[in-house]
């Protein structure tokens, strides 16, 4: 009301707008052949309706999506209006984290509603295949610590030790809260990419810290109900842990969330 009281928008208002003049006729200057979308996950259907009007009548339109990696945006192929089954080819193999990254990551999905009903859209098996191809290495690792002081502590020494081996580069804090990236990003290097973990999707880090992982969610201000607000909690953690290729560092206290139990037989459990 504010924004129409003064005769203005927002962004979510910048697409309607653009649909509004497309319809009225006002059509692109350009339309292509081919396009090719990356991340298609984050793109919600009134954004597709847009870019399918620039392309040709006979034109071809490539997709790469990862419903598991949808941390803005949940919606369906159905709600994005486009039709899929029979033209999907499944990417099995995971490639840049270990084995063991891989298959605690992936406890998350296998116990997620919200994921399985992603991806079965597609009318595949979407199981992935951990050849021998898949490095092998370390477990994530979990670590209770009893105060946030030496979680930092830890951090920090940990860090330390690491980039005498690593670039400081290639490593990442990963978390959802503003002031837990805040007092982060004042104790570790520069270099260290210190990050909301929506904003790291497609990235990939040799090793990632998630500090205070009992914190990284507070669904106290949505109106979903409690099963939807944890598939989009364990969605969201996935992410964060597959952006590692070498080593995970889970860290809490002084309780374990129970949205992630499905971690417990795939983690090394560690006290401070």
């Not at 200057?29 to 996950?41: G, R, S």
């Not at 007092?183 to 999707?201: A, F, G, H, Q």
């Amino acid at each position: 009301k504010k924004l129409d009281d003064i005769r203005a928008f927002d962004w979510p208002d910048m697409h309607k707008k653009v649909w509004d003049f497309i319809q009225e006729g006002d059509q692109p200057e350009k339309l292509f052949d081919v396009i090719f979308m990356d991340e298609a996950q984050h793109f919600a259907p009134l954004w597709l309706k847009i870019i399918l009007e620039h392309l040709k009548p006979n034109g071809s339109i490539f997709l790469c999506d990862d419903p598991s990696q949808s941390v803005y945006r949940f919606f369906s192929w159905q709600q994005k209006g486009i039709d899929v089954q029979g033209k999907t080819r499944w990417l099995k193999v995971p490639y840049r984290t270990t084995r063991e990254i891989f298959e605690a990551a992936y406890s998350l999905i296998l116990s997620n509603p919200l994921a399985k009903s992603l991806m079965d859209e597609c009318g595949e098996n979407v199981i992935p295949e951990l050849t021998e191809n898949v490095r092998t290495g370390d477990r994530p690792q979990a670590f209770c610590f009893s105060s946030y002081e030496k979680e930092r502590d830890f951090v920090q020494k940990e860090i330390a030790k690491l980039v005498r081996r690593i670039l400081p580069s290639e490593i990442a804090i990963l978390h959802t809260e503003k002031h837990v990236r805040a007092t982060y990003k004042s104790l570790v290097p520069n270099d260290v990419k210190v990050d909301e973990i929506k904003r790291r999707t497609g990235m990939e880090y040799k090793a990632v810290f998630i500090p205070q992982i009992h914190k990284l969610f507070s669904s106290g201000d949505i109106s979903y109900d409690y099963e939807q607000v944890k598939a989009e909690h364990q969605l969201a953690l996935y992410m964060a842990m597959t952006r590692a290729r070498d080593r995970v560092y889970l860290l809490y206290g002084p309780k374990w969330p129970k949205d992630f139990e499905p971690l417990r037989p795939h983690v090394e459990w560690l006290e401070e």
